[in-house]
Every structure is written in structure tokens, then in C-alpha cells.
Nanobody, 124 residues
Framework: QVPLVESGGGWVQAGGSLTLSCQASGPIFGNYAMAWFRQAPGKDREFVASIEWSGPYTAYSTSVKGRFTISRDNTTEDSAYLQMNSLKPEDSAVYYC????????????????WGQGLQVTVSL
């Protein structure tokens, strides 16, 4: 069972916006950080953004900083969001939500739980 369920991907024109959502579908105990990664065809999975359990401590890759915003809701539901603005064709990829107990990391192999992936396509 995949503990994280993503939604919100799709197609958008360059300069547009999309918001990705990630909700925990099962019990994830303890304090945990959440992150978004992405993988384009023929490329390695790369870090996009992360957020600590307590917030507002966030980190971004240089390629998305200033355009993307990560946030989370620890109150009503275990959810994380990625607001993506000023999208570029090079942002096209499959986006993955991930979580891990403890502090956030930019390394994908340190995450315990993953979503199924969402396709985001940005066209000119």
C-alpha cells in the first residue's frame, strides 16, 4: 500500500501555474519531513523542495527557488502541497511526494515513503 497519495498534475502552458497535493493515506508516526522530487525522461530523480515537520523551515533547489512554494497542513490532515508558478518547459517531469521520519533531506534515498508520481507537462 502506498502511504502517500498525490493529485493535481497535468498540462499547462509555459508561464502558468499548477498546485500538487500529497496526502498520507496511512499512519505515518512521529515527526516527519516531506519533500517533492521530480524525474524527467532519461534523467536522474532530482530534489525539488522539502519542508520540516514543524515548519516553516523549507529548502528548494536552485532551479525552482522563487517560483515554487512548498507547504503542509498538519492540523486537519497529513498533507503537503507544491505551488508551482511561472512554469517552464524544463519543469516537465514526473513529480513525486516523499516523507521520512526526522529532518528533511535533499537525498531521495533517505526517504521512507513515496507517492505514485504525477506527470506535469509544460508546453510553449
Amino acid at each position: 500500500q502506498v502511504p502517500l497519495v498525490e493529485s493535481g498534475g497535468g498540462w499547462v502552458q509555459a508561464g502558468g501555474s499548477l498546485t500538487l497535493s500529497c496526502q498520507a493515506s496511512g499512519p505515518i508516526f512521529g515527526n516527519y519531513a516531506m519533500a517533492w522530487f521530480r524525474q524527467a525522461p532519461g534523467k536522474d530523480r532530482e530534489f525539488v523542495a522539502s519542508i520540516e515537520w514543524s515548519g516553516p523551515y523549507t529548502a528548494y533547489s536552485t532551479s525552482v527557488k522563487g517560483r515554487f512554494t512548498i507547504s503542509r497542513d498538519n492540523t486537519t490532515e497529513d498533507s503537503a502541497y507544491l505551488q508551482m508558478n511561472s512554469l517552464k518547459p524544463e519543469d516537465s517531469a514526473v513529480y513525486y511526494c516523499a516523507s521520512r521520519t526526522g529532518g528533511a533531506s535533499a537525498h531521495s534515498d533517505r526517504y521512507d515513503y513515496w507517492g505514485q508520481g504525477l506527470q506535469v507537462t509544460v508546453s510553449l
